[in-house]
């Protein structure tokens, strides 16, 4: 004989309701919101400390041109020149020929909006020992360079009188003074009987 079947129903449900659903998408969809503005914001502070770097090593190569050409006169000095909020200028000797070449202007990254602080035009002379001047070749410190972002802050490049620049710290433009040395202290000598 055949053993009677036994009727149990199970209730097994099948796939997602629409309201859950609706609760995971719009999780997906508030967490890739977060990530997006997170990229944005890094992608323009790396862009404005692109720029800040490019500005400083521009500075450099203007300092070491006229500590190599030696020039006397203002005219012959290598220069940086903040033009306006968007635009600078560098004029060095690049190809080496012994005279300045024609300015190089360079703007801030477009696509921002990054732009320089204070007023302008706003030039840089370096004297033959890579100094800073003014237009009357008096020794002077240019002060700080300010790369702002209304959104996304500002990086200061600051430079000293010796011509020395520096992006987010402060310089010191005092020269280096040689002290003297500690007198050396000497341990008594010993005697051997």
């Not at 508030?30 to 800040?52: D, E, Y």
């Not at 237009?135 to 002060?143: E, K, L, R, V, Y």
């Amino acid at each position: 004989m055949k053993a009677p079947l036994t009727s149990k129903k199970l209730s097994i449900e099948a796939g997602v309701s629409v309201v859950e659903l609706l609760i995971v998408v719009s999780m997906i969809a508030v967490f890739s919101g977060f990530a997006f503005m997170k990229i944005v914001r890094a992608r323009q502070l790396m862009i404005r400390a692109n720029s800040a770097q490019e500005l400083a090593g521009y500075i450099e190569k203007a300092r070491l041109d006229s500590i190599r050409r030696r020039p006397s006169l203002v005219s012959e000095m290598a220069q940086v020149s903040l033009v306006n909020a968007t635009f600078y200028s560098v004029t060095i000797d690049a190809d080496g020929n012994g005279t300045l070449d024609a300015p190089r202007v360079i703007r801030l990254p477009s696509n921002t909006d990054i732009q320089f602080t204070g007023s302008f035009p706003r030039t840089i002379y370096f004297n033959w020992r890579g100094r800073t001047v003014d237009s009357s070749n008096a020794i002077t410190t240019p002060g700080a360079i300010t790369l702002s972002s209304a959104t996304y802050g500002s990086t200061v490049i600051n430079m000293s009188d010796n011509g020395q620049s520096s992006i987010g710290t402060t310089i010191s433009s005092s020269p280096v003074t040689n002290s003297n040395p500690p007198a050396p202290t000497l341990r008594n000598n010993t005697q051997i009987p």
